[in-house]
């Protein structure tokens, strides 16, 4: 089930979504694609947030404010005929474009901060890996998704000093608190979101430890629209479901199962414990009668 949107957004609809809507919606078990329409952002909107937080918004996420003041699409799956929600794509709206690390004044003055992780000793970027993104003044970070509490994807300035620098990139920050590299362009991060279709942990499929256990069987059963990347083409093997059922459900050629016997005794020693209980017995009641 979908929503219907309205006439304004109804032609963009598709190109917005780069076509998942249709894949999704004839896919086996999807029960529920949900998309939800917002009202395009107001210019003076997206102004007041720059004059806020002192930087210019990247002109590719400034354009889809424009068209689309944020994005949210779920779907779900049936689960014995419930639906049980699965896939979620989220770019947060302007108003909820949230520094994170930032400092509040509704904290103590001594109460720690983000900035308190920052270590001097940490590695800096060098030709293979880019520079981290830094929680104290060196960088400055928005949340664009929640990642459904998984971890937060963010929009980050990386070069802050003396003026804050309009060259952004996008980066994942694991609940752990360590930063992945994504996208250096927020309309490449998009892509990404709507390829991978939400699926629950797609985020961990960039880092060095990949997505868990369960991720893996949800990926495996609705596989990615996605480019095959260097990271995604290692960890190929890692998608795939090894369980054979043809042999896990195998009928045919079973073993039979031998069940073992206790040792038997063989049948001299048995005729000799025989005759020995006998005679103990006839003693003691001869011994008996005697008294």
Same mark, same amino acid.
């Given at each position: 089930?979908?929503?219907?949107?309205s006439?304004?957004?109804?032609?963009?609809?598709?190109?917005?979504?780069?076509?998942?809507? $249709?894949?999704?919606?004839?896919?086996? %078990?999807?029960?529920?694609?949900?998309?939800?329409?917002? +009202?395009?952002?107001? $210019?003076?909107?997206?102004?007041?947030? +720059? @004059?806020?937080?002192?930087?210019?918004?990247?002109?590719d #996420?400034k354009? &889809?404010? #424009?068209?689309?003041?944020g &994005? @949210?699409?779920?779907?779900s799956?049936?689960?014995?005929?419930?639906?049980?929600?699965l %896939?979620?794509?989220?770019?947060?709206?302007?108003s909820? #474009?949230?520094?994170? %690390?930032?400092?509040?004044?509704?904290? #103590?003055?001594?109460?720690?901060?983000?900035?308190?992780?920052?270590?001097?000793?940490?590695?800096? %970027?060098?030709?293979?890996?880019?520079?981290?993104? =830094? *929680?104290?003044? $060196?960088?400055?970070?928005? +949340?664009?998704?929640?990642?459904?509490?998984?971890?937060?994807?963010?929009?980050?300035?990386k =070069?802050?000093?003396?003026?804050?620098?309009?060259?952004?990139?996008?980066?994942?920050?694991? !609940?752990?608190?360590?930063? =992945?590299?994504?996208?250096?362009?927020?309309?490449?991060?998009y892509?990404?979101? /709507?390829? =991978?279709?939400?699926?629950?942990?797609?985020?961990?499929? &960039?880092t060095?430890?990949?997505?868990s256990?369960?991720?893996?069987?949800?990926?495996n059963?609705?596989?990615?629209?996605? /480019?095959?990347?260097?990271?995604?083409?290692?960890?190929a093997?890692?998608?795939?479901?090894?369980?054979d059922?043809?042999?896990? *459900?195998?009928?045919k050629?079973?073993?039979?199962?031998?069940?073992?016997k206790?040792?038997s @005794?063989?049948?001299?020693?048995?005729?000799?414990?025989?005759?020995?209980?006998?005679?103990?017995?006839?003693?003691?009641?001869g011994?008996?009668? !005697?008294?």
């Amino acid at each position: 089930m979908e929503e219907k949107p309205s006439a304004s957004i109804k032609p963009y609809l598709d190109k917005l979504t780069l076509g998942v809507t $249709r894949i999704l919606e004839t896919s086996p %078990g999807v029960a529920e694609v949900m998309f939800v329409e917002k +009202e395009p952002a107001e $210019r003076h909107t997206i102004i007041s947030w +720059e @004059q806020k937080n002192s930087c210019i918004l990247p002109e590719d #996420l400034k354009n &889809f404010y #424009l068209m689309t003041d944020g &994005f @949210q699409m779920t779907w779900s799956v049936k689960t014995d005929d419930t639906p049980m929600p699965l %896939g979620s794509m989220v770019i947060n709206s302007v108003s909820k #474009l949230c520094r994170l %690390g930032g400092s509040s004044m509704y904290t #103590l003055p001594n109460a720690p901060t983000l900035a308190d992780l920052e270590d001097d000793t940490d590695e800096e %970027g060098n030709g293979d890996k880019p520079e981290k993104p =830094h *929680f104290d003044s $060196r960088s400055l970070i928005f +949340e664009l998704d929640p990642c459904n509490g998984n971890g937060k994807v963010c929009l980050v300035y990386k =070069h802050t000093k003396p003026v804050v620098s309009p060259d952004t990139e996008i980066w994942f920050l694991d !609940r752990a608190l360590y930063w =992945h590299f994504l996208t250096k362009t927020f309309t490449a991060y998009y892509r990404l979101l /709507i390829t =991978h279709l939400g699926l629950p942990q797609w985020q961990y499929a &960039f880092t060095s430890y990949g997505v868990s256990p369960q991720a893996k069987q949800w990926f495996n059963m609705y596989k990615p629209i996605t /480019i095959n990347t260097a990271l995604l083409s290692e960890e190929a093997d890692s998608f795939v479901n090894k369980l054979d059922p043809n042999k896990v *459900f195998k009928s045919k050629n079973k073993t039979p199962v031998i069940k073992k016997k206790p040792p038997s @005794q063989p049948a001299g020693s048995q005729k000799s414990h025989t005759s020995v209980t006998s005679s103990k017995t006839s003693s003691l009641a001869g011994n008996s009668s !005697r008294k």
